[in-house]
Each structure stands twice: as structure tokens, then as C-alpha cells.
């Protein structure tokens, strides 16, 4: 059974960089969509970058309009961990961080729609303020 842990958030000033961290439990050495996703206050939850991971081999990562060249997608192996690196955060920073995953798989696409995948770890909170 597979379950992810997320731990990172806080808050943090407008122009700040927070971390975020996933840790996985139970999976596989074989490739798996891994991603973040984020639910503002009252919105919907949308995807923030995605990546299949594992396998051995590097894979193109996947980001919102709105986070390209502020975030990065990460994922180290022997950590079994997830990591999401936010730069440059605004007040639109603000939410819910998940991450996702969904697996194995043979694809090199991973969804952005967040019925897609399987596996939800329980969030954390990331606050930009002034």
C-alpha cells in the first residue's frame, strides 16, 4: 500500500522560498506519475508540476503557466522522498499543497487532472503574507 507524507509548509513573506517534502512509503523501484498539486482557499484543487520518477531514467517535468521558473520538481530516490522547491512565492501562493501519485506505469505522461491519480498524501499549508 502506498502512502505519501508531505511536511514543508508555513509560512513564509512574499518573495520567500519554502521546500516541501513528500515522503513515499510502499513504492516501487518502477516508474510512478509523481506531482503536486495545490488548493487555494475556496478554489478547486489544480495541478502545480508533475514527473514520472523511478525506473532508472530521467523523465521531462510538467509545470503550471503560473509556477514556471519558480518551482522545481524533485525527487530523490534513496530518500524516497518528493520534494517541490518554490521560489519567488506570491500572495497566489497561497493553499493546500498535496502530492500525488499514481503507479507503476509504462506512460512518460502524467495527468493534470486530478482524478487520475490513486495515491494523495494529507496536504500542508503554505501561507504567503506581507
Known amino acids: 500500500q502506498v502512502q505519501l507524507v508531505e511536511s514543508g509548509g508555513g509560512s513564509v513573506e512574499t518573495g520567500g522560498s519554502l521546500k516541501l517534502s513528500c515522503a513515499t512509503f510502499?513504492?516501487?523501484?518502477?516508474?510512478?506519475?509523481m506531482a503536486w498539486f495545490r488548493q487555494p482557499p475556496g478554489r478547486e484543487r489544480e495541478a502545480v508540476a508533475m514527473?514520472?520518477?523511478?525506473?532508472?531514467?530521467?523523465?521531462?517535468?510538467e509545470y503550471a503557466d503560473s509556477v514556471k521558473g519558480r518551482f522545481t520538481i524533485s525527487h530523490d530516490t534513496a530518500a524516497s522522498t518528493l520534494y517541490l522547491q518554490m521560489n519567488s512565492l506570491g500572495f497566489e501562493d497561497t493553499a493546500m499543497y498535496y502530492c500525488?501519485?499514481?503507479?507503476?506505469?509504462?506512460?512518460?505522461?502524467?495527468?493534470?487532472?486530478?482524478?487520475?491519480?490513486?495515491?494523495w498524501g494529507q496536504g500542508t499549508q503554505v501561507t504567503v503574507s506581507s
Open positions: 514527473s514520472v520518477f523511478g525506473g532508472g531514467r530521467t523523465y521531462d517535468a
Open positions: 510502499g513504492v516501487t523501484s518502477s516508474p510512478y506519475c
Open positions: 500525488a501519485a499514481r503507479g507503476p506505469t509504462t506512460g512518460t505522461y502524467c495527468h493534470t487532472n486530478r482524478l487520475w491519480y490513486n495515491y
